[in-house]
């Protein structure tokens, strides 16, 4: 992975630089020392690690900006920073940056159950939003498995999807304000308590910028009053293809399920030797969850248990407690954690059309023959969102490579059959040099220029998301 | 001059690349928000055609001039549809002609089940445009979920073809519902209305539609609230509500297929401001904040949407934008001129570093000024706000 060299000048520039941070910033707030900093040395790609030059950690917007003012000044890169739990690498500092990280912006600052709400420092972690008001009942949807570590910051700046965004969206769909710092140190208000902000939909737009367009102190995001229940039933099948059609069935029927889960046989496997969940096996696995009253429930699993019987399936296991639906989804739930004990693994994220489904399983089935490496399949099927995870041991000569290139292939093959590089993890430097595949020249270009309107020096996390060779030029003339 | 009407993306971007002088760019000219404006018209109307439509993955892909009208029967013949119900502005606006696709998206038109479903934008997946300078652009795709770069697809829902001109667009559809049904409350004012509104969103009943008309003459006051699903569930949601709600007074629940699809078409597309004088206001508020706002404009009628979070106001004509965005600086808030005197004034102007941002967007998407110059945030417009 290429990163570009650092500035000597500005490491030259420490002491000056810290001596700055240091009077605008209470004394905890500024890390100098190497040993602290590298605490901050990668996020969850850990294959990739780096040292910052210092971190800060502000507790205010405002001090948020004067961090910003100062690093401006001196033309020093800033690197923003949630809980560090990105697969992407976006938070992997540079030599030559300083991690803003908003670790210490915890508050919750407004909640109105009544305009349905909640105003938040972006620090606060997703489940502890959540947190903060379901004793009321309600909940903020959007639910990554980080959703325990990860920051809502973090989630803004990835466009961070759940298991349940199939009913309820991404992160983007249920934030409705944010208050950010540009790069100069300009503190710039979006939307608010009320629907679609005015003007050009620039909360869409940072949404997902990868922490390269500003930094996000505060957010408003909307909360829901929680279901009366929701319970799931699992469907085994013969063959990923029949498991397909049944997914692209039970989508036309009309029924909304909140979460369509799909395993495949090694999945299946690794699941059931480390949780013993009980389940069959089989080719593929279906978790599929419905939400309501008990009634309505009952209602709406029926229609989807009459569409998966046309299909033949080989187990089909309702829920009827919430006993039951613990002991479906907990195979499934330990799915990353079963496969870590197996083997080390990376993760993809690519998204197909769900028409594709059959026919990307079976070519991903073959390249891990050409490839010798073993893959598992687990993920988003509602959606298309694939998570298939590579098998490899990181200790054997050659097989972390082989795994990256085996990786690349797969999301080529996404792209190639209408899809994309990432559906929720983001680019970062991981599938930054894959962006050639997805977008022609231009539509990077275009891409980029919104970044010069942002932050025209090109400081803000500059080496992520845009192939070095296509950022290049936006960077010098920046420089 | 006749308006242009290029047959090909191709066409169209050697139009803008070569061109001198700007243009009005338009679908099917139903929604002339803002307008009439300078420059040559150039339509997307021949941009025309279903390019994909798959119904198990709930996509569609269409070219930026395909009536909406086509799209809606195809969708409605596999049972779906466009969830975020778009509004046809042609009464309102008492324009004629065929919304286009492309209309609807760029102008980011969403109907009363936005509160539920999410905005236009919020189902838009992918998007192909020329920009300013006759380069052909593309964002996003045809998948559910996507996070590779940018998200140019928002930036471009609700431009109103300032940073380019769309030409194909795909689009994330849903099941149509089962049956609906509406429970309604009449004689409320306006300030218990929206608190009756708030309760039921506030409940775990998946209210799709939430409205409030306040009646005035021999109307009495109607407070709406729609449930959507299979029968059996539509009945229980409606009856959990009634009592949910009975503080309120009683609650009517009407199950008319037919009565509550026109109730509600009606509300989407504001039939009681139809063939009526005066200016039409598009205001959105945190909704407990909407009946005071409305109290505060003597003259003025208003149409809750949304829960209250969306007032369309019906004003004298001529009335002064400040006079509606005043209290907006406030409590926070945006108000657009659907219809009155066209021009200055239609957008809400953005604070100054936000113009910056939008200023600086547009001469990077349109470095000649070529598209609808003079709409949105121009500085024409914010110098004279
Ligand atoms: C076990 C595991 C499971 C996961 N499951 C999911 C999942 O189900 N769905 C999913 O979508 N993701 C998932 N992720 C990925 C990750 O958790 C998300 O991307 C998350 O949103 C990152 O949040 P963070 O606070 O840790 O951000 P960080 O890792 O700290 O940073 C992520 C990006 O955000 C930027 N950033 C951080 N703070 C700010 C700020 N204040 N302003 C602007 N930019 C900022 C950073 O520069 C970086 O580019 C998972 C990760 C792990 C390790």
């Known amino acids: 992975m290429d990163m570009p060299p650092p500035n000597p000048d500005i490491l030259a520039r420490k002491p000056e630089l810290v001596a700055r941070l240091n009077r605008a910033l209470p ?30 950690l502000p507790g205010s917007t405002q001090e948020v900006a004067a961090a910003l003012r100062i690093c401006h000044e001196m033309g020093v890169p800033v690197v923003p920073r949630g809980a560090g739990t990105s697969l992407a690498g976006g938070a992997l500092p540079s030599a030559d940056s300083v991690i803003l990280g908003v670790a210490r912006l915890t508050e919750v600052l407004e909640t109105d159950y009544e305009n349905r709400f909640i105003r938040v420092q972006t620090g606060r972690t997703n ?75 620039l909360l869409g737009l940072i949404c997902g910028s990868e922490g390269q367009l500003g930094v996000v102190t505060e957010a408003t995001l909307r ?10 039933v699992l469907i085994g099948f013969d063959s990923n293809e029949v498991a397909g059609h049944c997914v692209s069935d039970i989508i036309k029927a009309g029924v909304l399920p909140v979460a369509i889960e799909f395993m495949d046989r090694p999945c299946i496997r690794a699941c059931e030797a480390f949780a013993g969940a009980g389940y069959p096996d089989c080719e593929a696995l279906l978790i599929v969850e419905v939400e309501g009253s008990d009634a309505e ?45 197996i083997n080390d693994y990376m993760c993809l994220d690519g998204t197909i059309p769900v028409s594709q489904l059959p026919h990307v399983l079976k070519r991903i089935g073959e390249m891990s023959g050409e490839f010798g490496l073993d893959v598992a399949n687990v993920f988003h099927a509602g959606d298309g969102n694939m998570h298939p995870l590579i098998l490899f041991d990181a200790n054997k000569p050659g097989d972390l490579e082989r795994c990256e290139a085996f990786g690349a292939a797969i999301l080529k093959l996404c792209v190639e059959v209408g899809g994309c590089l990432t559906g929720e993890h983001g680019v970062g430097i991981e599938k930054r040099d894959l962006m050639i595949d997805q977008y022609a020249p231009e539509d990077l270009e275009i891409q980029m220029a919104v970044k010069d309107v942002f932050d025209p020096g090109w400081l803000l996390n500059p080496a992520k998301v845009f192939p070095l060779q296509s950022s290049a030029a936006h960077r010098d003339a920046a420089a | ?55 198990g993955a709930l996509t569609m892909v269409a070219r930026a001039g395909t009536p909406l009208a086509e799209i809606e029967s195809t969708l409605a013949a596999e049972g779906q549809r466009l969830a975020f119900e778009p509004m046809d502005h042609r009464g309102v606006l008492g324009t004629t002609g065929e919304p286009t696709i492309g209309g609807v998206f760029g102008a980011n038109v969403s109907g009363p089940r936005r509160i539920q479903a999410g905005a236009a934008r919020d189902f838009l997946l992918g998007v ?70 708030s309760r039921a969103l506030a409940s775990p009943f998946e209210v799709s539609g939430a409205a409030h008309l306040p009646g005035g003459g021999n109307d009495a006051a109607r407070t709406l609230i729609r449930l959507e699903g299979s029968q059996a569930s539509v009945a229980y949601r409606a009856g959990r509500l ?48 909407a009946p005071g706002i409305v109290a505060a404009l003597p003259g003025a009628e208003a149409i809750y949407d949304w829960g209250g979070g969306l007032v369309w106001l019906l004003v004298p004509r001529g009335t002064a934008a400040q006079a509606i965005r005043a209290p907006l600086d406030t409590v926070g808030g945006h108000a657009t001129r659907i219809r009155g005197e066209a021009g200055e004034g239609t957008f809400h102007p953005p604070p100054a570093p936000v113009a910056a941002l939008q200023e600086g967007l547009r001469r990077k998407f349109d470095p000649r000024g070529l598209l609808n110059p003079g709409l949105m945030d121009s500085p024409a417009q914010m110098a004279s706000d």
């Not at chain 2, 471009?156 to 309604?184: D, I, N, Q, Y």
Request: aromatic content about 6%; hydrophobic content about 40%.
């Open chain 1, 223 to 232: 909360i829901l009053h929680k279901p009366e229940g929701a319970r799931p």
């Open chain 2, 1 to 55: 001059m006749k308006t242009l009407e290029p047959e090909s993306e191709a066409e169209l971007a050697a139009i803008l690349a070569g061109a001198k002088a700007p243009f009005r760019v338009q679908g099917g000219g139903t929604r002339p928000i803002g307008g009439p404006r300078e420059g040559v018209a150039l339509a997307t109307r021949r941009l025309s055609g279903i390019t994909l439509y798959e119904p």
């Open chain 1, 27 to 56: 004394e905890a707030a500024v890390i100098s020392d190497p040993a602290e900093t590298r605490a901050y040395e990668c996020d969850a790609l850990t294959a990739y690690k780096c040292p910052p030059l210092a971190v800060v």
């Open chain 1, 297 to 341: 429930i009952d209602e709406q699993l029926e229609t989807i248990i009459e569409i998966a019987r046309a299909h033949d399936p080989v187990e089909l296991r309702q829920s009827t407690s919430p006993e039951e639906s613990a002991r479906i989804w907990l195979g499934r739930k330990s799915a990353f954690g079963a496969m870590g004990q």
């Open chain 2, 128 to 197: 192909r445009f020329v920009d300013g300078r006759g380069q052909i652009i593309r964002n996003g795709g045809r998948v559910m979920k996507n996070v590779t770069g940018y998200d140019l697809v928002k930036l471009m829902a609700g431009s109103f073809g300032t940073l380019g001109v769309l030409t194909e667009l795909s689009f994330k559809v849903l099941p149509g519902a089962k049956s609906a049904g509406t429970v309604a409350i009449t004689g409320l004012d306006d300030a218990t209305a929206i608190a009756a509104l």
């Open chain 2, 242 to 289: 009634q009592e949910a709600l009975a503080q309120f007074g009683d609650a009517r629940f009407d199950h008319d297929g037919d009565a509550v699809a026109g109730v509600w078409r009606d509300l989407r597309d504001l039939r009681p401001f139809h063939g009526r004088e005066g200016d039409v206001w598009r205001v959105s508020v945190k909704p407990s904040d």
């Open chain 1, 127 to 201: 489940l502890s939003v959540t947190g903060a008001v379901e004793t009321k009942g309600f909940f903020y949807a959007p639910d990554p498995s980080s959703q325990l570590a990860c920051a809502i910051a973090g989630n803004i700046a990835m466009n961070s999807g759940g298991a349940h965004c199939l009913k309820y969206g991404v992160t983007t769909n249920n934030l409705m304000g944010v208050t950010m710092v540009l790069m100069d140190g300009t503190v710039v208000e979006l939307g608010g308590a009320h629907l679609d902000a005015a003007g050009y939909d």
